[in-house]
C-alpha cells in the first residue's frame, strides 16, 4: 500500500522560502512519477509541478510557480520535495504530493488532480504580505 507523508508547510511573510517534503513508502520510487499540487480555500486543487523519478528524471511546472519552485527527489530517503522561493500571498494553500500508480503517453502528459492515484495528507503554507 502506497503511503505519502507530507511535511514542511508553515507560516512565511511574502518573499520568503519553505522546502516541504513528501515521504513515499510502497511506491517504486526511482520508477514513479509523482507530482505537488495545491488546494487554496474555496478553490478547486491544481497542480504545481510534477516529476518523472527514472533516469534521466524530468520535470514540469505550471507557469505560476516557474523560475520560484523546484520538485525534487532523494532516491536514498524515498522523499520527493518542492523548494519554494519567493513567496507570494497567492501561493497560499493546502499541499499535496501525489503518485500516479500507471500512466500513458508520459508520464509528465497529463498532470491533472484526476490522473493521480494516491494522495497524502496535505500541508498547509501561508504567506502573509
Known amino acids: 500500500q502506497v503511503q505519502l507523508v507530507e511535511s514542511g508547510g508553515g507560516s512565511v511573510q511574502a518573499g520568503g522560502s519553505l522546502r516541504l517534503s513528501c515521504e513515499a513508502s510502497?511506491?517504486?520510487?526511482?520508477?514513479?512519477?509523482m507530482g505537488w499540487f495545491r488546494q487554496p480555500p474555496g478553490k478547486e486543487r491544481e497542480a504545481v509541478a510534477a516529476?518523472?523519478?527514472?533516469?534521466?528524471?524530468?520535470?514540469t511546472y505550471v507557469d505560476s510557480v516557474k523560475g520560484r519552485f523546484t520538485i525534487f527527489q532523494d532516491n536514498a530517503k524515498n522523499t520527493l520535495y518542492l523548494e519554494l522561493n519567493v513567496l507570494k500571498p497567492e501561493d497560499s494553500a493546502i499541499y499535496y504530493c501525489?503518485?500516479?500508480?500507471?500512466?500513458?503517453?508520459?508520464?509528465?502528459?497529463?498532470?491533472?488532480?484526476?490522473?493521480?492515484?494516491?494522495w497524502g495528507q496535505g500541508t498547509q503554507v501561508t504567506v502573509s504580505s
Open positions: 510502497g511506491y517504486s520510487f526511482t520508477r514513479g512519477c
Open positions: 501525489a503518485a500516479k500508480n500507471f500512466w500513458s503517453g508520459g508520464c509528465l502528459a497529463d498532470i491533472s488532480p484526476h490522473r493521480f492515484h494516491n
Open positions: 516529476i518523472y523519478l527514472g533516469t534521466p528524471s524530468s520535470t
